[in-house]
């Protein structure tokens, strides 16, 4: 199965036509060997500069979040107003460089263990990431 059928049914599966817009951003998204961070602006900016038809800011943005519903991507808030993306789902730590606006992987090796004593009732821990924050 060749990548367009890849995406194509990723994109089937997430509720989305398989449009040659959102087949671009797949490949943006998914045809790389490492982990790849971004905000909705910033992908906007690299598949526009990568493709020759215009892809709209809301076709992006409902396209990844299909995705990120459907388990494909995971979303990182930095605060309340702002948020990543990550093509890596595993549960891991993040450093983000304020001034660059960068985020930075960190495997669970770089992180000791962390203790959370304060329980909620009927509820139980799914996973724990460490979003460490860095400035000059």
Excluded: W
Excluded at 52 to 58: D, H, P, V, Y
Excluded at 97 to 103: A, C, I, N, S, T
Aim: some cysteine; aromatic content about 8%; charged content about 30%.
């Amino acid at each position: 199965m060749n990548l367009v059928s890849i995406y194509a049914k990723k994109l089937r599966n997430s509720g989305l036509r398989p449009t040659k817009q959102r087949i671009k951003i797949c490949e943006v998204l998914f045809d790389t060997e490492k982990t790849f961070h971004f905000s909705i602006n910033d992908l906007s900016k690299i598949v526009n500069n990568k493709s020759s038809q215009k892809i709209s800011l809301a076709t992006i943005y409902n396209t990844v979040h299909a995705f990120k519903e459907k388990g494909y991507l995971k979303q990182i808030p930095l605060n309340a107003n702002q948020a990543y993306f990550d093509t890596n789902i595993s549960d891991h730590h993040h450093f983000y460089d304020v001034k660059e606006k960068k985020l930075i992987d960190l495997d669970n090796s770089d992180v000791g263990p962390i203790n959370i004593y304060k329980k909620i009732n009927g509820k139980k821990i799914k996973s724990v990431e460490v979003l460490v924050k860095l400035e000059d």
